[in-house]
């Protein structure tokens, strides 16, 4: 039996989850509603405020499903109930991030050394915040609902610049560590 299956998933006070006929879950809760279409073999049912997943087979299939499901609808209720933040320190001389509105947009602005400036836009669902705190590295804050797309943002904006490691300058998680190499030296 999975580990990971066979545990339920509490639903908290505020969250609602729905099973509908062709195993499509829906999750309510005070941040907003995520959605998820189940693989139709998993058995999917909402007991005394808990989600249980359950398979039908010990095939290798179900047995993967089996747990993804589980994963999957316990990060749907954190998602709704508290949310998912990922944090990106910009570490260079000159580099600057800010979150600004252009045309009606909120979009991140970033300076990289590059000869022109970047702009992103966040997908729908995405919320990103540039602070720069006087004498510290501009830190970017993405927040959301969905687990998912809220790593893919923060991988996506990590990539415009990712830390090189030499100087240690670009783009990275608050607890990435990067690992430094020394340069070359003067022939003498």
Do not use: C, W
């Amino acid at each position: 039996m999975s580990r990971i299956g066979k545990q339920p998933v509490s639903i908290p006070g505020g969250v609602t989850v729905d099973v509908a006929k062709n195993n499509t879950i829906t999750v309510k809760g005070s941040k907003g509603e995520l959605t998820y279409q189940a693989d139709p073999d998993m058995t999917v049912k909402v007991e005394d405020g808990e989600v249980i997943v359950e398979r039908p087979t010990d095939q290798k299939r179900h047995r993967a499903f089996h747990g993804l499901t589980r994963s999957l609808v316990a990060n749907m209720v954190q998602g709704v109930n508290e949310g998912y933040t990922k944090e990106l320190d910009v570490i260079g001389v000159g580099y600057r991030a800010d979150a600004t509105k252009m045309s009606g947009l909120d979009v991140l602005e970033l300076a990289l050394g590059f000869s022109h400036p970047i702009y992103f836009v966040p997908p729908d669902g995405i919320d990103i915040q540039a602070e720069t705190i006087r004498g510290q590295n501009p830190r970017i804050k993405i927040t959301g609902i969905d687990k998912q797309l809220v790593g893919q943002v923060a991988a996506k904006i990590r990539a415009l610049r990712p830390p090189e490691p030499y100087k240690g300058k670009g783009i990275r998680y608050i607890d990435e560590y990067v690992r430094r190499k020394a340069g070359k030296t003067a022939a003498r």
